[in-house]
């Protein structure tokens, strides 16, 4: 059985994201979402255990999708599954110059990792982690960029650092 690993930081999960889970989640028997620690990313909003958390939250209806954490490359990961393929979703073709670069890293890296794309939704294609924390620090309105189970927890969130 062929496992699909749908790697990411989010920071927080957005409607973008979910999109692209749920779409895998039918693509593959099992989908393994790996919630990382990104040492390149300046600082996280939420811990690792908060996003993870979040996560399960927002795929607990997808009985064949589950949720892990990491630290370390991403085809270490993956060399856990016999036979693994990382989901990477792509909003513009600025994405796909990266993704591709990553891409060929890992296979490079661990020549049994395969990688696929997946187009986001036009809804999505404009929505980003770090443009929904942006939106919240400033006192915006982010609700709509995030799915309804953890609106409540990032309000909290938002609120606890402005005091």
């Known amino acids: 059985m062929r496992t699909a690993i749908c790697p990411g ?4 999960v957005t409607l973008g994201h979910v999109d692209i889970i749920r779409r895998a989640s039918k693509l593959f028997e099992k989908v393994v979402v790996c919630v990382v620690y990104n040492a390149n990313k300046k600082s996280s909003f939420l811990t690792l255990e908060e996003r993870k958390e979040h996560v399960e939250r927002v795929t607990a209806d997808l009985p064949n999708v589950t949720v892990d954490t990491w630290s370390g490359l991403l085809v270490d990961y993956a060399a856990r599954y016999e ?11 600025s994405d796909f110059e990266y993704e591709f670069m990553m891409a060929l890293t890992n296979k490079k890296l661990n020549p049994i990792v395969e990688t696929i794309f997946l187009a986001s939704d036009e809804r999505y294609t404009y929505l980003s982690s770090s443009g929904v924390k942006e939106i919240a620090f400033f006192g915006g309105d982010f609700d709509q960029f995030v799915p309804p ?3 409540e927890d990032l309000h909290r969130k938002i609120d606890g650092r402005s005091q």
Not at 83 to 93: E, K, Q, S, T
């Open 9 to 12: 930081s989010f920071d927080p």
């Open 83 to 93: 036979d693994p393929v990382v989901v990477r979703g792509l909003r513009a073709v």
């Open 149 to 151: 189970e953890i609106r």
